[in-house]
């Protein structure tokens, strides 16, 4: 009897999921006739599309003041200390707790899963990270990790100060992370982020590179917690709502946090990672964000073209790889900055209002009044 009730609890749980991821994608920017760009998008529209890459959120959501959670972003299912990727990170304003940079920087590639969090608990999941990776089969010799943790501050709705995430949600993170659909806006990382005043969250987009050009994909994940005035396909919502920074008290705090991840199948150097990280800002530009002095802006770009992995062990000592030239990169460029301004705008339409910590409460996007903005600049069919 036992057995059944376990077994029962756990496809409702199953169910709930599904339901739940799908339920928010069709809360997203295209499901309002909100196109970005002219590449076409991957099967999901998310970083998913790029082949092997995974993403799992862990959400927590407890009483009336603990809003918060994890996201982890997985480049390839293998033991990622072993068979590294090449990667980079674009620094836009470093008011933040990045963790990891520097060996990044040196060495040009990551070692460990991304995790995204909030600012007071980057030690916590760095330590995660830590016995992630050596725990794992073949990293028994293991004695440097390099984990990479990436954060925004999300205290006006969460305890912040409580430090409610342990260990095990890192953990719990990493091992349900998967492909295809992911869930947006309140979840994970984004549970508890506000931007431009609105609800905000976990975003996700991807583009894909015709054939004639390569034929990679491009994906994005954002972590949205940052201010500006919000434009939408290049309309001035924002204004039109009579909703900006600086306009009452209310949105005169334009500081927060924005981090991005991007990856890609296409064979980039950590060099050209970094050029492609630098464009996914000029996505984040065109939402209307000015990544403000207090707002901790990191873009971390990846590939999983998989002849160029990293072997921590190779009897070798020549790195052969073949890399795309700098002529070739303009198509990932654009498909970097729609990805981005699309991940970002997902974030948006999917999250759902929250009211939190000592009864703060924001709302979420008005989207009907946002769509007869759109319908006034023709930015989607009236």
Same mark, same amino acid.
């Given at each position: 009897m036992k057995k059944i009730i376990i077994t029962t609890f756990f496809l409702v749980v199953v169910l709930i999921s599904v339901n739940t991821q799908v339920n928010n994608q069709s809360m997203r920017a295209r499901n309002h006739g909100i196109e970005i760009g002219i590449l076409q998008t991957g099967r999901n529209n998310a970083i998913t599309d790029v082949e +092997?890459?995974?993403? %799992?959120?862990?959400?927590?959501? #407890?009483?009336? @003041? $603990?809003? /918060?959670?994890?996201?982890?972003?997985?480049?390839?299912?293998?033991?990622?200390?072993?068979?590294?990727?090449?990667?980079?990170?674009?620094?836009?304003?470093?008011? +933040?707790?990045?963790? %990891?940079?520097?060996?990044?920087? #040196?060495?040009? @590639? $990551?070692? /460990?899963?991304?995790?995204?969090?909030?600012?007071?608990?980057?030690?916590?999941?760095?330590?995660?990270?830590?016995?992630?990776?050596?725990?794992?089969?073949?990293?028994?010799?293991?004695?440097s990790v390099n984990p990479v943790v990436g954060e925004t501050n999300d205290g006006w709705l969460n305890d912040i100060r409580g430090r409610h995430i342990k260990e095990h949600h890192v953990l719990d993170a990493i091992k349900n992370a998967s492909g295809g659909l992911v869930e947006e806006g309140n979840a994970g990382a984004g549970t508890g982020t506000i931007s431009f005043g609105f609800k905000a969250g976990i975003g996700t987009s991807s583009r894909l590179i015709p054939e004639s050009l390569g034929g990679y994909t491009v994906g994005v994940l954002v972590q949205s917690n940052f201010g500006g005035v919000l434009e939408i396909n290049g309309a001035p919502v924002g204004k039109e709502l009579n909703r900006y920074m600086y306009r009452d008290k209310i949105l005169d705090d334009a500081d927060g946090s924005c981090m991005i991840i991007v990856a890609t199948d296409a064979p980039l150097c950590s060099r050209n990672l970094k050029r492609l990280a630098k464009r996914a800002m000029l996505g984040l530009a065109k939402t209307g964000g000015i990544s403000s002095n207090g707002s901790g802006d990191y873009v971390i770009a990846f590939s999983v073209a998989p002849d160029n992995l990293i072997r921590h062990n190779d009897e070798s000592s020549y790195h052969k790889t073949a890399v795309l030239r700098n002529e070739s990169t303009s198509p990932l460029f654009l498909a970097v900055i729609e990805a981005t301004e699309e991940a970002i705008l997902n974030s948006l339409f999917a999250a759902k209002t929250m009211a939190g910590r000592n009864n703060h409460k924001i709302e979420a996007l008005p989207v009907e009044q946002i769509l007869e903005i759109l319908r006034k600049y023709n930015k989607i069919e009236k």
């Open positions: +092997g890459v995974k993403v %799992g959120n862990t959400t927590i959501y #407890e009483g009336e @003041n $603990i809003r /918060t959670g994890v996201t982890a972003i997985l480049p390839h299912a293998d033991n990622l200390f072993q068979l590294k990727v090449p990667a980079a990170i674009y620094l836009a304003n470093g008011f +933040g707790k990045l963790t %990891g940079y520097s060996q990044v920087e #040196e060495l040009g @590639n $990551i070692e /460990t899963p991304i995790i995204l969090t909030n600012t007071l608990s980057v030690p916590v999941a760095a330590g995660a990270l830590i016995s992630y990776t050596l725990s794992l089969p073949g990293n028994d010799e293991v004695r």
